[in-house]
């Protein structure tokens, strides 16, 4: 079976991954939700999570314009230096939720 790309996953399928390494660690769905909508505009109550994680970001109703302020590794990958427009947005939005796991305060993730 060929490796999918996170760009084809459905939002249904990659977005509960995010709520459980929070939840791991003591925060909540609600919380995820707060940072997404953050980066994205999205009310995580109503967004539709049939779509790929590719279309999830690209139909963004407010992408942040503070995103950029979001700086750090995921993965071992510098988020401030992913130069492809989709997977930085994707990271950023690991990084915070990687932010909320670590305990950080949310006034201080919401930048």
Same mark, same amino acid.
């Given at each position: 079976? =060929? @490796? ?21 660690? %003591?925060?909540? @769905? !609600? ?9 994205? %505009? ?7 999570m049939?779509?790929s ?5 690209? /139909?963004?109703?407010?992408? /942040? =314009? @503070? ?8 993965? %071992? ?13 994707? @990271?950023?939005? !690991? ?9 950080? =305060? ?6």
């Open positions: 079976m =060929p @490796r999918r790309s996170v760009f084809d996953m459905k939002v249904s399928k990659v977005y509960p991954l995010l709520v459980a390494k929070a939840e791991k660690k %003591g925060r909540t @769905r !609600d919380e995820v939700d707060q940072v997404t909508a953050w980066l994205t %505009g999205y009310d995580m109550k109503t967004a539709d049939d779509v994680y590719a279309e999830f970001f690209e /139909n963004a109703p407010a992408m /942040n =314009p @503070r995103a950029s302020l979001i700086t750090g590794s995921v993965c %071992g990958v510098k988020v401030e230096a992913i130069e492809e427009p989709l997977m930085k947005k994707i @990271r950023q939005l !690991d990084k915070l939720v990687d932010e909320l796991a670590d305990g950080k =305060p949310m006034e201080k993730i919401l930048r």
